[in-house]
């Protein structure tokens, strides 16, 4: 299958910049897929997205979306893509329905008529249901300030996706809201992917955002420092670890050395698994063991790991 | 989530007309919904009406042929409509910046669109204005009948949409807000008086008069008046270009200020 956003070679230099901001990145995102960009403030993540979304063009490079050239088709790109700001860009001053309208006639869904009455039934229809599943049946009529955060989060969404967009983008979508506002969000997400095959793009900030995607791709400095499977990039660390302990540490730690088990006192006894099972490990050791913990790299660890190794690899080629 | 039922098509007329429509619909709701900015966009061109032009008409009108009161009523009611819009496509600087015009400009329509989409509306703002300006006039008792208050409504159209223009001028070269309010006095209030807002400008002294001739204000002035003093014994003393020159000069520099306008605006923007 052809992939949906395609990005060769791609360049980003602002004006009066010595560096460029995204410095030569390739990477395809398949129809359906969950994409993940991650980075840390500066890496050039809105960067990407601002060109991805048409509203800055490329210094070099193509980007190709849902088979259209970037720079070529805009229009046609624009189409086929529904975009959730950083900021959020509801307009203030309008009705949650008013914004909705608005962005049903930019997209041309439906003629303009000034008032919600003289819509086509077809509009009516759907705002309902949109009312109904934010639960704001009430609200709908009412200026976008009367509604809480997540909610004009979620309204942002929804009207993302009135025009059936093929990729929605999302730009740190879930910052500033609760616990709660971001988990009904990401019910709500992961809903509509399902029933809508919608390609997300995300960037973001909250790592475990990140451990569901198919794709993570982790951008330093304006470059792909990593890209995989989360499975694939905490790979990369290879630490998975067990942590034990006993009552009898003397003799655990003894009987460690027997039988040529490394390990390192943390201070609980942690043993490296080096592919090794952790079942198959324990099954070795006699000494009755009152904790025993196996680690796992999150997303986050992986991360952080990836980011500090090309930091230190940066200070050392500009040490020398 | 089916909504394609209804649906103008996508990209033609229909879809862009829609959606200059909805772009100038929100900027009236955004206009009417503010209270604050309702009452000030009246309040100053009642005190230039009411105090300048009863002021000079009271203090200079009986001993010349001049009505100053219209005089000024005119120039003032041309010069409201043409500043309102110009300064209103501004707001385009700021909502690039925050919020909301990021949903504009992701959009699947021509940047033309939005454009025009913003000088629709802007006009659509300034006519109340213009409404306003002309019935606080007929209460000053300037001479109204019913070709004029046409002849007006008019032509304060037509200042208001080349307002929108040379507002789009400006905003291709204008990198920031802040910028555009530093800018803005030098730009504007020269014009009220090479633009002969307040006071004749029949015989101005050559340089003037070269200066007074590149103000883009004083062509819809003009037009005004030209059309409010017709078959009038005022008309000649008062009216420099017969309307139909001024309006081709409108109309030319009108698409001048659109092309250079959107193109730099549009570059400025994704050329960042």
Same mark, same amino acid.
């Given at each position: 299958m052809s992939p949906i956003i395609q990005v060769e070679h791609l360049v980003k230099r602002y004006k009066n910049s010595p560096t460029n901001a995204i410095d030569d990145i390739s990477f395809q995102v398949a129809a359906g897929e969950f994409f993940v960009l991650l980075g840390p403030n500066g890496a050039g993540k809105t960067t990407t997205l601002s060109v991805l979304t048409t509203t800055l063009a490329p210094t070099l490079g193509k980007v190709e979306i849902a088979g259209y050239d970037l720079t070529r088709d805009a229009n046609r790109v624009r189409a086929h893509v529904g975009i959730i700001f950083q900021q959020p860009s509801l307009d203030q001053n309008l009705t949650a329905e008013e914004n909705v309208r608005l962005h049903a006639n930019l997209y041309g869904l439906y003629p303009f008529r000034p008032a919600f009455w003289l819509m086509p039934r077809a509009y009516k229809t759907q705002v309902h249901e949109l009312a109904a599943i934010l639960g704001i049946a009430n609200e709908i009529h009412k200026p976008i300030k009367t509604l809480s955060g997540g909610m004009k989060r979620k309204l942002e969404i929804i009207r993302s996706l009135i025009h059936q967009p093929r990729v929605l983008f999302l730009d740190e979508p879930t910052t500033g809201l609760d616990p709660v506002s971001r988990r009904s969000l990401w019910d709500y997400l992961t809903r509509v992917r399902a029933e809508q095959e919608t390609t997300i793009f995300l960037t973001t900030h909250? #790592? +475990? +955002? !990140? +451990?569901? !995607?198919?794709t993570i791709s982790i951008l330093h400095h304006g470059k792909i420092v990593a890209q995989g499977t989360p499975a694939a990039v905490k790979a990369h #660390?290879?630490?998975?670890y067990l942590l034990v302990d006993a009552d009898d540490r003397a003799a655990l730690r003894q009987e460690l050395r027997q039988r040529q088990i490394a390990f390192s006192e943390t201070p609980l006894f942690r043993i490296d698994l080096n592919g090794v099972s952790a079942h198959q490990l324990l099954k070795t050791i006699d000494t009755p063991l009152t904790t025993v913990k196996i680690h796992s790299p999150s997303v986050e660890d992986a991360y952080l790991a990836i980011i500090q190794e090309h930091d230190d690899d940066r200070a050392k080629t500009n040490g020398n | 989530m089916e909504i394609k039922k209804n649906a103008a098509p996508r990209g033609g007329i229909g879809h862009n007309g829609a959606a200059i429509a909805a772009i100038a619909y929100r900027d009236l709701l955004k206009f009417l919904r503010d209270r604050a900015r309702l009452f000030s966009t009246f309040l100053f061109p009642l005190i230039f009406i009411g105090f300048l032009g009863g002021g000079m008409q009271a203090t200079f009108g009986a001993n010349s042929e001049y009505d100053f009161l219209a005089f000024i009523f005119t120039g003032v009611l041309a010069q409201t409509l043409w500043q309102s819009t110009a300064m209103g496509i501004v707001s385009l600087l700021e909502d690039r910046q925050n919020d909301f015009s990021q949903e504009i400009f992701v959009s699947p329509i021509s940047r033309y669109t939005i454009v025009f989409g913003k000088i629709f509306g802007e006009t659509l703002v300034a006519l109340p204005q213009g409404l306003g300006i002309i019935l606080f006039g007929i209460l000053l008792q300037v001479p109204m009948d019913a070709a004029r208050f046409t002849g007006l409504l008019a032509t304060g159209l037509l200042a208001a949409l080349y307002g929108g223009a040379f507002g789009m001028a400006l905003l291709g070269f204008i990198p920031s807000r802040r910028a555009a309010d530093q800018l803005f006095p030098f730009v504007f209030l020269p014009q009220y008086f090479t633009a002969g807002v307040f006071m004749p400008i029949n015989n101005l002294p050559p340089l003037l008069n070269i200066v007074s001739l590149l103000s883009p204000l004083r062509y819809a002035v003009d037009l005004m008046r030209g059309l409010f003093y017709w078959n009038t014994p005022a008309y000649s003393d008062i009216v420099l270009f017969p309307p139909w020159l001024n309006f081709a000069i409108m109309a030319t520099s009108f698409l001048g200020f659109m092309v250079i306008g959107t193109i730099q605006f549009v570059r400025a923007e994704r050329n960042r």
């Amino acid at each position: 299958m052809s992939p949906i956003i395609q990005v060769e070679h791609l360049v980003k230099r602002y004006k009066n910049s010595p560096t460029n901001a995204i410095d030569d990145i390739s990477f395809q995102v398949a129809a359906g897929e969950f994409f993940v960009l991650l980075g840390p403030n500066g890496a050039g993540k809105t960067t990407t997205l601002s060109v991805l979304t048409t509203t800055l063009a490329p210094t070099l490079g193509k980007v190709e979306i849902a088979g259209y050239d970037l720079t070529r088709d805009a229009n046609r790109v624009r189409a086929h893509v529904g975009i959730i700001f950083q900021q959020p860009s509801l307009d203030q001053n309008l009705t949650a329905e008013e914004n909705v309208r608005l962005h049903a006639n930019l997209y041309g869904l439906y003629p303009f008529r000034p008032a919600f009455w003289l819509m086509p039934r077809a509009y009516k229809t759907q705002v309902h249901e949109l009312a109904a599943i934010l639960g704001i049946a009430n609200e709908i009529h009412k200026p976008i300030k009367t509604l809480s955060g997540g909610m004009k989060r979620k309204l942002e969404i929804i009207r993302s996706l009135i025009h059936q967009p093929r990729v929605l983008f999302l730009d740190e979508p879930t910052t500033g809201l609760d616990p709660v506002s971001r988990r009904s969000l990401w019910d709500y997400l992961t809903r509509v992917r399902a029933e809508q095959e919608t390609t997300i793009f995300l960037t973001t900030h909250y #790592l +475990e +955002e !990140a +451990e569901q !995607a198919d794709t993570i791709s982790i951008l330093h400095h304006g470059k792909i420092v990593a890209q995989g499977t989360p499975a694939a990039v905490k790979a990369h #660390l290879v630490e998975n670890y067990l942590l034990v302990d006993a009552d009898d540490r003397a003799a655990l730690r003894q009987e460690l050395r027997q039988r040529q088990i490394a390990f390192s006192e943390t201070p609980l006894f942690r043993i490296d698994l080096n592919g090794v099972s952790a079942h198959q490990l324990l099954k070795t050791i006699d000494t009755p063991l009152t904790t025993v913990k196996i680690h796992s790299p999150s997303v986050e660890d992986a991360y952080l790991a990836i980011i500090q190794e090309h930091d230190d690899d940066r200070a050392k080629t500009n040490g020398n | 989530m089916e909504i394609k039922k209804n649906a103008a098509p996508r990209g033609g007329i229909g879809h862009n007309g829609a959606a200059i429509a909805a772009i100038a619909y929100r900027d009236l709701l955004k206009f009417l919904r503010d209270r604050a900015r309702l009452f000030s966009t009246f309040l100053f061109p009642l005190i230039f009406i009411g105090f300048l032009g009863g002021g000079m008409q009271a203090t200079f009108g009986a001993n010349s042929e001049y009505d100053f009161l219209a005089f000024i009523f005119t120039g003032v009611l041309a010069q409201t409509l043409w500043q309102s819009t110009a300064m209103g496509i501004v707001s385009l600087l700021e909502d690039r910046q925050n919020d909301f015009s990021q949903e504009i400009f992701v959009s699947p329509i021509s940047r033309y669109t939005i454009v025009f989409g913003k000088i629709f509306g802007e006009t659509l703002v300034a006519l109340p204005q213009g409404l306003g300006i002309i019935l606080f006039g007929i209460l000053l008792q300037v001479p109204m009948d019913a070709a004029r208050f046409t002849g007006l409504l008019a032509t304060g159209l037509l200042a208001a949409l080349y307002g929108g223009a040379f507002g789009m001028a400006l905003l291709g070269f204008i990198p920031s807000r802040r910028a555009a309010d530093q800018l803005f006095p030098f730009v504007f209030l020269p014009q009220y008086f090479t633009a002969g807002v307040f006071m004749p400008i029949n015989n101005l002294p050559p340089l003037l008069n070269i200066v007074s001739l590149l103000s883009p204000l004083r062509y819809a002035v003009d037009l005004m008046r030209g059309l409010f003093y017709w078959n009038t014994p005022a008309y000649s003393d008062i009216v420099l270009f017969p309307p139909w020159l001024n309006f081709a000069i409108m109309a030319t520099s009108f698409l001048g200020f659109m092309v250079i306008g959107t193109i730099q605006f549009v570059r400025a923007e994704r050329n960042r």
